[in-house]
């Protein structure tokens, strides 16, 4: 890079704006609406849920699901106190992983001030420098950040389930996120195309957000430099 | 019909419910609000018969907090919460609500919190006298509050006030005093055409059928009409509750006659105790007793030097299904204020204990 910005200042912004913006997006995308429209988008408007009380099935419907999965996502994303009650539909084993997964969002969502304060001390310091090595900075670090997570995007596309597995045993080293989909209602609420659906719409409104950036940047440039 | 209206914030829930609810033949969606303030508003305005909330409904306002002021805006709806599996809610631990609805739920359990269908309704509705032979025991407010609990739960109750003379019904609720009374009924066959035109039905939902407001008006009314009153009303609701003389006048005796269930109301005094085995015998002699039962309700229960249970029962040889417990300031505060107690205090004990009785009596009809 020109202009007194060289690839490792880029290379922290870029990382910086990856570790807010992803997070930010993923707290965006496990939203009810989001589930809803990946649901939809699958064909797959109803499911059947083991009732662990029972032993029976029950068929649940696209608002049931929804429901079901507005109670983990706002457990998951720090909305609400107290775990899911265990009983009819969820294993011990199941709540306590996703207890888990809050832990992990817990510490993801400190990423976002993280991410912020590595991209603002970036750009403190190539403002003093100048407005063109300032906005050389974010265009750079949203063009490499956007490039890198397609990098991430491709490989998890061609090989989704060594991604997925490889996902949970660096999030979940304890090992307690494999169930029986033969058996786990958490994994009937959440298969394949859910995992599949919710990457895919963070990966692109990551570079979609990226791409704008750099274009913003870009304009900013050019204004400076004339 | 009943009507409905769900509070819901997501549409694939709300979709889910409504398809749920248009299988149901008694019931009518009045609307789907997904905010707190439009749908309050549209519950003051419209006072449907039941409102369904969604538990993890999302906003400024909690659920839970709607439901309060939806109960404070229309006393007589039925509040049903809708919930999931791992949230469970307790209806009986929450005063603001009267049953839950856990998704997926089926058109059993559906119906069965909305009060519809057959199990809810099986022919005509049940006509209860509550009646007491001695006067003071608290027989008006019980028949009041009991008809008010009864539409909280989700049933369709009709009052009479069955006291021609010097009826007390009007003095217990906001009535107003031009409201017309049994006295403008026509009598025999045109009776049922305006039935509906003289009921007054305030903000708990019950139905009322007043007595006439001058005393001199209950040389117009005959007992035959009291008894046909009673069983049109039975028609078209799930319960008829009637306010009875304590004399075994003409009018009393056509209401006892035609009553499913004599509900006495009694204390643990010995003048109560020793008037209600007298009128106990009074019924035997009119062959009421196998046709239809007698259940005792012991007002003023914890009131010290009175009679024990065991004794009252064994003097009257019939069974205390409920005791209601004194609370002066509550009952008297509800009097002077024309509001039952069951709306203006439902967590005083006085409250809970008719919530008791009236889910006693549901539960004895259903078997």
């Known amino acids: 890079m020109s202009a007194g ?80 009650a265990p009983g009819r ?61 397609a990098a991430v995007g491709i490989i998890a596309a061609v090989a989704f389930e060594q991604a997925f597995l490889l996902f949970h ?18 994994v009937r609420l959440y298969p394949d195309w859910y995992w599949q659906g919710i990457t895919f719409r963070i990966g692109l409104s990551f570079i979609a957000v990226a791409a704008a950036v750099a274009v913003a940047a870009s304009v900013g440039l050019r204004r400076s430099l004339h | 019909m009943k009507r409905v209206l769900l509070i819901e914030d997501l549409p694939q829930v709300a979709q889910h419910i409504q398809s749920m609810l248009a299988r149901e033949k008694e019931i009518e969606v009045a609307g789907v609000q997904s905010e707190a303030e439009a749908a309050i508003a549209q519950i003051a305005t419209e006072k449907p018969d039941v409102v ?49 609805f856990t998704l997926p739920g089926g058109a059993n359990e559906l119906a069965e919190v909305l009060g519809v269908g057959r199990a809810a309704r099986p022919q005509n509705g049940l006509m209860i006298a509550v009646y007491s032979p001695k006067g003071g025991t608290g027989k008006t407010t019980l028949a009041v509050n009991l008809a008010v609990v009864l539409r909280r739960q989700g049933k369709s109750v009709a009052l009479m006030d069955g006291v021609m003379q010097f009826g007390a019904v009007r003095h217990a609720m906001q009535i107003p005093p031009a409201t017309r009374s049994f006295v403008d009924l026509p009598t025999a066959g045109a009776m049922k055409m305006s039935l509906t035109e003289v009921l007054w039905e305030g903000p708990s939902g019950v139905h009322v059928l007043l007595a006439p407001a001058k005393p001199e008006e209950v040389d117009l009314i005959q007992g035959g009409d009291i008894g046909a009153a009673m069983n049109m009303l039975a028609e078209s609701h799930d319960y ?57 309700v012991v007002n003023q229960s914890d009131t010290p030097g009175g009679m024990s249970k065991q004794a009252v029962e064994h003097a009257l040889n019939l069974p205390i299904i409920a005791e209601i417990p004194t609370d002066w300031k509550t009952v008297s505060d509800s009097l002077n204020k024309q509001q039952p107690f069951v709306l203006g205090a439902p967590q005083a004990p006085v409250s809970r204990a008719v919530e008791a009785l009236a889910h006693g009596l549901v539960t004895q009809q259903r078997k």
């Open chain 1, 5 to 84: 910005i060289g690839k490792i200042e880029v290379a922290l912004f870029a990382v910086g704006f990856a570790m807010s913006a992803l997070v930010l997006l993923a707290l965006l995308w496990s939203g009810a609406g989001a589930y809803a429209d990946m649901a939809r988008a699958a064909g797959a408007e109803s499911t059947t849920f083991m009732d662990h009380t029972s032993g029976g099935n029950v068929v649940m419907g696209l608002g049931p699901l929804v429901q079901e999965h507005r109670v983990w996502s706002t457990y998951v994303t720090g909305g609400a106190a107290d775990p899911p």
């Open chain 1, 89 to 149: 539909f969820y294993t011990a084993d199941e709540i306590s992983h996703m207890t888990d997964v809050r832990n992990v969002f817990d510490g993801a969502k400190l990423l976002i001030p993280a991410g912020m304060f590595v991209m603002a001390i970036r750009l403190q310091r190539a403002r003093a420098q100048s407005a063109v090595a300032m906005f050389r900075l974010i265009r750079g670090g949203a063009v490499a950040s956007g490039v890198g997570v």
């Open chain 1, 169 to 186: 045993e660096v999030f979940f080293p304890q090992g307690n996120f494999l169930f029986d989909p033969a058996t786990s209602n958490l």
């Open chain 2, 52 to 100: 369904m909330i969604d538990s993890l409904l999302q906003g400024k306002t909690s659920p839970m907090d709607i439901a309060k002021r939806i109960r404070t805006a229309s006393p007589g709806t039925r509040i049903i919460m809708v919930t999931v599996p791992q949230k469970p809610l307790d209806a009986k631990a929450e005063a603001a609500i009267d049953a839950v």
């Open chain 2, 240 to 296: 008829v509750i009637v306010d009875t003389p304590s004399r075994l006048t003409e009018d009393a005796l056509a209401v006892l006659d035609t009553a499913n269930l004599i509900l006495m109301v009694v204390t643990y005094m010995n003048a109560t105790v020793a008037n209600s085995r007298s009128a106990i015998d009074t019924f035997e002699a009119l062959g009421y007793k196998g046709r239809k039962p007698i259940l005792l």
